[in-house]
């Protein structure tokens, strides 16, 4: 049998205590305070279970809306070098008309 911390013992028996009827045994109430001990614990592995799937699902969401500002990102470079180019080759092209035409 797996033995739960001190401090969930003393709240489990708190508890078996405070609903004790009149004429239960310290043995009935011994044995409503392990329910009670177990039902805790297993209570705190659900919530822990829980909040674990939760951080795992905040991660994902997080990598994932990085990755789209990422590509985006890369998109608008991508987009701004497209648009760049033809302006620079006209400029070149003009550039070179007139040093042709300076120079004949």
């Given at each position: 049998?797996?033995?739960?911390?001190?401090?969930?013992?003393v709240?489990a028996?708190?508890?078996?205590?405070?609903?004790?009827?009149?004429?239960?045994t310290?043995?009935?109430?011994?044995?409503?305070?392990?329910?009670?001990?177990?039902g805790?614990?297993?209570?705190?592995?659900q919530?822990?279970?829980?909040?674990?799937?939760?951080?795992?699902?905040?991660?994902?969401?997080?990598?994932?809306?990085?990755?789209?500002?990422?590509?985006?990102?890369?998109?608008?470079t991508?987009?701004n070098?497209t648009?760049?180019?033809?302006?620079?080759?006209?400029?070149?092209?003009?550039?070179?008309?007139?040093?042709?035409?300076?120079?004949?």
């Amino acid at each position: 049998m797996q033995k739960h911390s001190q401090e969930l013992q003393v709240e489990a028996q708190k508890v078996a205590k405070s609903i004790q009827k009149p004429k239960q045994t310290k043995e009935q109430t011994k044995l409503i305070a392990n329910g009670i001990e177990k039902g805790i614990a297993e209570y705190k592995k659900q919530q822990s279970k829980k909040s674990r799937q939760r951080d795992k699902a905040k991660k994902s969401l997080l990598r994932e809306k990085n990755n789209q500002v990422q590509q985006s990102n890369e998109e608008k470079t991508k987009t701004n070098n497209t648009f760049n180019l033809p302006w620079t080759l006209l400029a070149i092209s003009w550039l070179g008309f007139i040093i042709y035409l300076y120079l004949s």
